[in-house]
């Protein structure tokens, strides 16, 4: 949440003040550290920008200082780390940032951090470049997609570095493009400083397009707005902006006039850049004093070689130098101040060929030492192979004496423990065939069909038929339940637990098939298995009646012949099934023929099995399944 900006600066200068009560505590008479979250610390670095350049050195300074007094290890806290970097570049030292970046270590969590210190390496690659790879400006963009998808609060200021870099690349139309949405989303746009330095950038930017009408129209905005806050030092640019214009509108007198007073501002307050003498011998030329130009030009050469850091435009002052002293016809000076600006165009070429180089032995050394790491973790590896393959070695020895002594043992008792395990074989067929037996019983996708058409006639609207279903299915359901570990029950009640389905079928397919039960026994006197013909009726209902043109027709038919229950299952169906149904259809059959076995066949009798073939006579189709049971009455 930040403050309302008239009562910014305000606040600012209350957190300077109060910092010896807020930052610390105290305890046993001892001051320690109490650190902020990174949302305190980020808010405070990017909250900078609406101070001018001289009281955000203050700032910034004062808050390190007292902010960090106590901390013990200052150079592993991010934070410290960002805002002495912030520090340096307030104070123009730059060739020590790269140490402070170096420093920060972040957490996975900490994604302001991570993308701020992208922003700060970024800075640093690019700081003494004439122009931006096309590799650096792509890489731009994707860390902007990146903070976009992560809303980082840090995005608007890659912006303003994409702004830069089309201007060093004189790619001036989408430096305005990314200067204009660096401002539109700046958090802090609201900010007289942030205005300033806009409306300047803009200035700029239409200076370098020689774009009268745009460099009039921010011009124009900076001196009212500098004019507003009072502010010497803005409208003094400002001034110089529109010097900047005059010359491009050829009034020459004015623009020299503006210029010298904007120079003499900046040399007062001993903050002379090179390009402000630049401007001026500019000026001077313009205005055919080539003497001045020639003075101001040299002052511009040794403002620019005592820094450091702005020594890539000497040679363009040089240029300018030779140009006056050929305006003069003073071809030895024009000709020695040319040979110099392409001297030392070659030596920044050479130097910039020799940092390559010394990247490139860098690169070819670090390699070196990810080889030689490599070899060294190989070796290790190799090591750690041979003591592990001699653990097995001793270990498989170990293991072959007690298998061997097992096996002895095992030998030894061979007898019991296989009569032992063939107990044991048949009791868990008889349970896992007891598993798959219920699975079959009560299949899932016939309780799931059963409650969709429940739900189907609730939404009709068709209350009674509704509830007929749900006695129907609860009946159903119950019976499975009881009969569940039963081995045999009646003739009488599996045709009623087969009827109960048949029935809630018949509603499911609304009525799309008849069926009957003929039987030629006593059904009371008679048993079964459970559930054993529950999946051949499933099959015809299922598959062998599925979209039939005509109304299906099941007969099921008990009768008893040879001393033998046999069972006859014949539909009016498709006959001879899909492939699709085969598999699954197969495995309910070996299921069934599993569990005959198991309860009739023993000792190589074959007392229990069932035939089933596909009907195709006359015209007709369908299927037939005869089960053959040895026959068992109740005594």
Known sequence: MFFPFRYRKLFWVITIILMDSTLFSQSNGERFFLPKNDDYYLN????????IPQKKQIVVSVFIKKEFAT?????????????????????????SIPYYLDKIHLKEQQTEFYFLKILENLRVETSKKNSISHDIIAKTLKIIESADEKNSKVTYKFFEELAKFCFINKNYEKAQVYSQIYFDKNIFNKSKVVQQRFYDIQCLIAIAKNDSTNLKKYMNKAID???????????????????????????????LIQTQESYHFFKKKERLEPSM?????????????????????????????????????????LKGLSETYALQKDYQNAYNSLKTAYSLEKEQEEKLQAQKIDSLLIQYETKKKEQEIKILRLNNELNNKTIFQQKIIFFGAFLFISLLSIGVYILYNRKFLNEKNEKLQIENARLLLEQK?????????????????????????EKIEANRYLVKLSN????????????????????????????????????SFDYEFITDLDPETCIIPPMLIQPFIENSVEHGFKNLPYKGHLQIHFYSEDNKLKINIRDNGWGIQTPKNVTKKSLSKIIIQERLDLLFNHNGKKLAYFISQPIEENEKTGYIVTIYLPLILEK
């Open 71 to 95: 901390l013990t290890d200052k150079e592993h806290f991010a934070p410290y780390n960002f805002l002495k970097i912030r520090d340096l570049r307030n104070r123009n030292l730059l060739d």
């Open 476 to 511: 159903f359901i119950r019976k499975i339940l009881e009969i569940n570990r039963q081995e045999y029950i009646s003739l009488n009640e599996e045709i009623e637990i087969l009827e109960n389905y048949l029935q809630l079928q018949q509603i499911r397919f609304s009525d």
């Open 44 to 51: 405070f670095i990017l909250a900078t920008d609406t101070l």
């Open 225 to 255: 707005l500098a004019k507003k806050n009072n502010d010497k030092e803005a409208l003094i640019r400002a001034k110089e902006f529109e010097s900047q214009y005059n010359i491009l509108t050829n009034n020459q007198k004015e623009s």
């Open 437 to 461: 037996t219920r699975q079959m019983q009560l299949n899932p996708h016939f309780i799931y069909n059963a409650i969709a058409n429940l739900q189907g006639l609730i939404s009709q609207e």
């Open 277 to 317: 003498a630049n401007n001026l011998a500019y000026t001077f030329l313009k205005n055919n004093k080539l003497d001045s130009a020639i003075y101001y030009f040299k002052e511009a050469i040794i403002l620019s070689r005592q820094n450091t850091n702005n020594q890539e435009n000497t040679n363009n002052y």
